[in-house]
C-alpha cells in the first residue's frame, strides 16, 4: 500500500487546504522550524492512531492530544480533517474534528477498518525523539515490544498457560501425598489381614486365607466379596462393624491431616522469612508504589513529551539521558521487589491448597452420624482445634506488607504432637473396646477385618487410579510443554538472527571501517523464561552491552534509524510506505550522504516520506534523487495562511 494523495485542512499548523499529489512517489520536504512540517506528521499518525503521541500528556490532554489538533484559527463550522488516497481506492479515507473535538470518518467498511488495525502494528513514523526510545528501553519492554510486532505475545501466553496447568497438576501430586497415603491403608490391611497387599490377587488371596480356618469357599473375584460378608453375617454386629469402620477411617485421616499440616508449616516458613525480608525494606515498598510514576516519566521523556534537561517531577536540573538511565535503574529494583512478591505469592498459593485439602479431610470427619455423639466428643474437639489453626493460617497469609502488617512466626502457629496423638490413641482404644464387645466372636472379628480391609483397599485403588492419570497429564503437559519451548526457541533465534543481521548490515552501511561491529539482539532467559532483550555489540574488539555505555549520540541514533528500518523491511506486511520526520540532526555532513545513500539503495521499492530542516542535507538529497520521480517541495508558512506549499514550477 502507497498513497497517491494526502490533503490536510485546519490541522495543527496547517490553516488552509494542504496537497500533496504523490501518485505513489516518494516526497522530499523543506522547512524551516516552525514552518509546519511536521503537523504532516502528526495527521498521518492521528489518522491511523486516533492520538499523536507527544501531545498526550497531563498538560495537554489524556486523549490522545485531540484538543491540540484543531487550528485555532479556523471558524467553528469547519472540520479539521486529515484525506489520504491510496495506491488501492477502497481504502480511500477522509478522518476529521469537528468543533466539538468529535471524529468523523468517512469509511466506515470492515475492510478498512482491519486495514487500520493491522497498520497499527506496523513501523510507519519516525521522529528524531524516537530514535533511541528501543535503545533506551528497559529489557522487557524490548521484548514486549518486538513480540507483540510479531505476533509473538500470544504464544507466550500460550506457553504460560501450559506451564500454570503443569504446575498447578505437580503441586496437587505432591499435596496429595499419594505414596503415603497408599502406604498408611496398605499398612491397615497389613494389620488387619496379616499379608502385604499390592493388586487384586494379592487382595484376594489374603481374604482367602483370613476365611479359610472357618470352612468357607475361597472367592475368586473382588465382586464376591459382598457374598461372602453375607455368609458371615450370622450374628448382627453391623452398628459396632461401622463405628470401627468410622474409627479406623477417622484414625487414618488425622494422620493424613498431620502431614498435610507439617508440609504446610515449611511453606508457612518460607512465607514468613519472605514477607519480613520486603517487609523490613520501607524502601522497596516505596518502590512498589512509585513504579508506575517512574515509568510514565521514562515513557514522556523518551517519547519527546518532555524535552528539557531537567526532571518533569521536581524541575531540578538534569540531563535528560542520564535521568532515563536512572528512572530506569529505580524500574530495576522494582523488578527485583516484584520477583519477590511473586514467590510470595506462590508461597501463598500452595497455603492455600494445603488449608483447601486439610479441610476437606475435617469434612470427611464431621459428615458421620456419630461425630455429635458423646463417646466421640474428642474426634469433635480435634476438629475444632484444627478449625482454629487453619483460620489462623488463612489470617497470617492474607496480611498485607504494604500496609506494615506483621504476620506470625511458624512457632506461634504450631501444634503440638499431642493434638494429633490424643485423638489417633482414642481411636486406637476405642476400636479395642469396641472389638470387645461383638457377639459373634471369631466369625465377627473376620466379618470386621474383611469389611475394613475392602473399604481400605477400595481407596487404595481410587487413590492409584488419581495418581496414576495426574501423573499422565503431567507427563503430557511436560511433554508439550518442552516441544514448545524447543520449537519457540528455534524461530525466536533464528528471527532474532535474522533481524540483527540487518540491523548490523545498515548501522555498517553508514558507519564503514568503524570500530562498532556484529551488533546482536540477544535474548535473556532465565528458566525457560524470556526475561527481555539486550543490545551487545563489538567496540573496538571487545564485546559491550548496553550501547549507550560507549556510543556517542550521534552513533545512537544511527542505530535507532537501523532498528526502524530493519522493522520496516521486517515487520511491515500491508503498507510499503515510511515517513521520516528531522531525523538526522546529530548527523555530521558524511553521515548524513551515507543515510541518503542508504535510504535510495536499500529501499527503493518503498515510498519514502523525508521532512528535514537541514538545508545542506535538503539539497544533497535533492540532487541524488534527480530523475528518480520523487516530489519535491519547500513548506513554508503564515500567519494568514499557516502551514502551505511553495508552488513547483509544473503547478
Known amino acids: 500500500m502507497k498513497i497517491k494523495k494526502i490533503e490536510i485542512k485546519g490541522f495543527r499548523g496547517i490553516k488552509n487546504l494542504l496537497e500533496l499529489n504523490l501518485n505513489s512517489k516518494s516526497c522530499l520536504l523543506f522547512g524551516e522550524n516552525g514552518s509546519g512540517k511536521s503537523s504532516i506528521t502528526d495527521a498521518i499518525e492521528w489518522f491511523y492512531h486516533d492520538r499523536i503521541e507527544h501531545l498526550s500528556s497531563e498538560e495537554i490532554d489524556r486523549k490522545g492530544g485531540v484538543t491540540a489538533i484543531r487550528n485555532i484559527n479556523i471558524p467553528d463550522n469547519e472540520i479539521s480533517y486529515v484525506s489520504l488516497n491510496f495506491s488501492d481506492c477502497s481504502y480511500d479515507a477522509q478522518k476529521g474534528i469537528n468543533s466539538k473535538l468529535q471524529p468523523v470518518l468517512n469509511n466506515q467498511s470492515d475492510q478498512f477498518k482491519q486495514y487500520i488495525a493491522q497498520s497499527r502494528k506496523e513501523n510507519l513514523i519516525l521522529r528524531y525523539a524516537d530514535l533511541t526510545r528501543f535503545i533506551f528501553a528497559t529489557k522487557k519492554e524490548r521484548l514486549d515490544e518486538i513480540l507483540n510486532i510479531i505476533g509473538l505475545d500470544n504464544v507466550l501466553k500460550v506457553r504460560e498457560t501450559l506451564k500454570k496447568v503443569k504446575n498447578e497438576i505437580d503441586k496437587r501430586i505432591k499435596i496429595k501425598n499419594f505414596d503415603n497415603e497408599i502406604s498408611r491403608r496398605?499398612?491397615?490391611?497389613?494389620?488387619?489381614?496379616?499379608?502385604?497387599?499390592?493388586?487384586?490377587?494379592?487382595?484376594?488371596?489374603?481374604?482367602?486365607?483370613?476365611?479359610?480356618?472357618?470352612?468357607?469357599?475361597?472367592?475368586?473375584?473382588?465382586?464376591?466379596?459382598?457374598?461372602?460378608?453375607?455368609?458371615?453375617?450370622?450374628?448382627?454386629?453391623?452398628?459396632?462393624?461401622?463405628?470401627?469402620?468410622?474409627?479406623?477411617?477417622?484414625?487414618?485421616?488425622?494422620?493424613?491431616?498431620?502431614?498435610?499440616?507439617?508440609?504446610?508449616?515449611?511453606?508457612?516458613?518460607?512465607?514468613?522469612?519472605?514477607?519480613?525480608?520486603?517487609?523490613?525494606?520501607?524502601?522497596?515498598?516505596?518502590?512498589?508504589?512509585?513504579?508506575?510514576?517512574?515509568?510514565?516519566?521514562?515513557?514522556?521523556?523518551?517519547?519527546?513529551?518532555?524535552?528539557?534537561?531537567?526532571?518533569?517531577?521536581?524541575?531540578?536540573?538534569?540531563?535528560?539521558?542520564?535521568?532515563?538511565?536512572?528512572?530506569?535503574?529505580?524500574?530495576?529494583?522494582?523488578?527485583?521487589?516484584?520477583?519477590?512478591?511473586?514467590?510470595?505469592?506462590?508461597?501463598?498459593?500452595?497455603?492455600?491448597?494445603?488449608?483447601?485439602?486439610?479441610?476437606?479431610d475435617l469434612s470427611s470427619i464431621e459428615k458421620s452420624e456419630y461425630f455429635n455423639l458423646e463417646e466421640f466428643k474428642h474426634l469433635k474437639e480435634f476438629k475444632e482445634i484444627i478449625d482454629k489453626l487453619l483460620e489462623e493460617f488463612n489470617e497470617q497469609i492474607e496480611k498485607d506488607f504494604l500496609k506494615s502488617e506483621q504476620i506470625k512466626p511458624l512457632k506461634d502457629l504450631q501444634c503440638s504432637e499431642d493434638i494429633f496423638n490424643q485423638p489417633i490413641q482414642f481411636c486406637e482404644n476405642k476400636y479395642k473396646e469396641l472389638q470387645n464387645q461383638m457377639k459373634g466372636g471369631k466369625t465377627s472379628e473376620v466379618y470386621s477385618k474383611i469389611e475394613l480391609s475392602r473399604e481400605r483397599f477400595k481407596e487404595i485403588r481410587r487413590l492409584k487410579k488419581e495418581k496414576k492419570l495426574l501423573e499422565s497429564y503431567s507427563k503430557s503437559m511436560a511433554l508439550i510443554y518442552n516441544e514448545f519451548i524447543k520449537n519457540l526457541k528455534v524461530e525466536l533465534d533464528q528471527f532474532i538472527k535474522m533481524f540483527s543481521d540487518k540491523i548490523n548490515e545498515y548501522y555498517s552501511y553508514m558507519h564503514p571501517g568503524e570500530n562498532v561491529s556484529d551488533i546482536k539482539i540477544k535474548l535473556i532467559e532465565e528458566e525457560d523464561n524470556l526475561k527481555g532483550l539486550t543490545i551487545e555489540y563489538n567496540f573496538h574488539n571487545n564485546s559491550a552491552a548496553p550501547p549507550q555505555k560507549y556510543l556517542s549520540e550521534s552513533h545512537l541514533n544511527s542505530l535507532g534509524i537501523a532498528l526502524f528500518l530493519t522493522s520496516v523491511g521486517v515487520f511491515n506486511r500491508i503498507n510499503k510506505f515510511f515517513i521520516l520526520d528531522d531525523v538526522i540532526s546529530s548527523f555530521d555532513t558524511e553521515h548524513r550522504k551515507r543515510l541518503g545513500d542508504l535510504l535510495l539503495e536499500k529501499f527503493k521499492d518503498y515510498q519514502i516520506i523525508i521532512l528535514t530542516h537541514e538545508q545542506d542535507w535538503f539539497t544533497y538529497m535533492k540532487n541524488a534523487v534527480k530523475g528518480k520521480n520523487w516530489y519535491i517541495n519547500i513548506i513554508k508558512w503564515s500567519e494568514e495562511n499557516g502551514a502551505y506549499l511553495e508552488p513547483t514550477l509544473i503547478d
Not at 480356618?213 to 462393624?241: F, H, M, Q, R, V
Open 186 to 360: 496398605e499398612g491397615e490391611i497389613l494389620e488387619k489381614l496379616g499379608e502385604r497387599v499390592v493388586d487384586d490377587s494379592s487382595f484376594i488371596k489374603a481374604i482367602n486365607n483370613t476365611v479359610s480356618p472357618l470352612g468357607l469357599s475361597p472367592i475368586t473375584s473382588i465382586t464376591e466379596i459382598d457374598n461372602l460378608l453375607n455368609a458371615l453375617k450370622t450374628i448382627d454386629d453391623t452398628p459396632l462393624i461401622k463405628k470401627l469402620n468410622y474409627l479406623e477411617q477417622n484414625k487414618n485421616t488425622i494422620m493424613s491431616i498431620k502431614d498435610k499440616i507439617m508440609e504446610m508449616n515449611k511453606k508457612y516458613a518460607d512465607y514468613f522469612s519472605i514477607y519480613n525480608e520486603i517487609l523490613r525494606n520501607v524502601e522497596l515498598l516505596k518502590q512498589l508504589a512509585l513504579e508506575k510514576l517512574w515509568q510514565y516519566g521514562v515513557d514522556v521523556i523518551k517519547k519527546g513529551i518532555w524535552q528539557e534537561n531537567r526532571c518533569p517531577l521536581c524541575f531540578q536540573d538534569k540531563n535528560r539521558e542520564d535521568l532515563i538511565k536512572e528512572l530506569q535503574e529505580h524500574l530495576m529494583e522494582v523488578a527485583k521487589v516484584k520477583k519477590k512478591k511473586e514467590r510470595l505469592e506462590d508461597c501463598k498459593s500452595e497455603i492455600r491448597n494445603y488449608l483447601q485439602n486439610i479441610r476437606v
